[in-house]
């Protein structure tokens, strides 16, 4: 199955729980005040968030003036191609030596997607190794690295309970004594305490500037799409901690709450760059903005 195609079977259930009341919206006779309250109804329903919706209404209600369009038909693939460019971003291509800080709550699938994003750069040919820098859960460094072992990769982990900035030292050592090109940190998902989730992660970042100050660096949130709005809390918390370069969508395939790419992009201004549609090792995807619009509706 394409990589295309893969993408549209995810957003099975999301297609399935929207695709009658975009119908019932599109199918309207004129571009009316009912009409553009019924599709704004269907896009909030939809998971794409009130601020996001009320951006794209407006843009839609502009683009539809200067063409002079008529018919609610005709602004089917207008509305499609303003989703696609507000969830489109210009992403830098990686350079090497990499070092990615995967950050996002526990139970959203961090230490999955680390995994599989280890056998995606080790299908690139490049050497990986993972620093294992949640060191409050219990077995968490035991679960990354069975994916480690799956993906052909070197795991750098302390004792439960260590310093998780010492696991990451320790990894970014490693790999440059190694001549390694990429270097995955998984972090902790503790929520209880912002102060406590901030200060960690700025010790990670101070100690990865110092031991990796030319390596090309990106901060990437582990969501799970199923939670939907509630994704864009997690969002909020982590944005104020660090600066992120992307979102890594997890659980796509298993909800009807997809339209939240479209809140967390123009919320966050943010991309998404990853998205999980599967449990196998292969199933942590490249994210297309378009190829998710069409998969939509």
């Known amino acids: 199955m394409s990589v295309v195609a893969r993408i549209v079977q995810s957003l099975r259930k ?11 919206v599109f199918k309207a006779k004129a571009l009316n005040t009912e009409f553009y309250e019924a599709l704004e109804q269907a896009m909030i329903g939809s998971d794409m968030g009130v601020q996001a919706t009320e951006v794209l209404i407006s843009m839609l209600k502009d683009e539809v003036f200067k063409r002079k369009l008529t018919r609610p038909e005709e602004t089917r693939t207008l509305l499609k191609e303003l989703i696609v460019g507000l969830i489109d971003f210009d992403i830098p291509e990686y350079t090497y030596p990499l070092v990615i800080l995967i950050v996002g709550v526990n139970g959203v699938g961090k230490t999955t997607a680390v995994g ?3 056998h995606i750069f080790s299908s690139y040919g490049k050497s990986v190794v993972i620093a294992a820098a949640d060191t409050f859960r219990a077995a968490a460094s035991e679960q990354l690295e069975i994916w480690a072992q799956r993906a052909g990769v070197r795991i750098i982990k302390q004792s439960e309970g260590s310093d998780p900035a010492s696991v990451v030292f320790d990894a970014l050592s490693s790999a ?92 966050q201004e943010i991309p998404v760059v990853y998205a999980g549609v599967g449990e196998s090792i292969d199933d942590l995807l490249e994210f297309s903005p378009k190829d998710f619009v069409d998969g939509l509706f």
């Open 14 to 24: 999301t297609k399935d729980a929207i695709a009658k009341r975009f119908y019932e």
């Open 116 to 118: 599989k994003l280890a």
């Open 176 to 267: 440059k004594a190694r001549g390694v090109d990429v270097v995955l940190v998984d972090t902790a998902g503790r929520l209880h305490n912002k102060k406590n989730l901030m200060n960690e992660l700025a010790k990670i970042n101070r100690v990865i500037d110092r031991e990796a100050p030319n390596a090309d660096r990106r901060s990437y949130l582990v969501l799970d799409a199923t939670t939907g709005q509630n994704a864009l809390a997690q969002a909020d918390i982590f944005n104020e901690a660090i600066e992120l370069d992307g979102v890594i969508l997890t659980k796509l395939d298993g909800t009807a709450k997809g339209g939240v790419v479209v809140a967390i992009c123009e919320q």
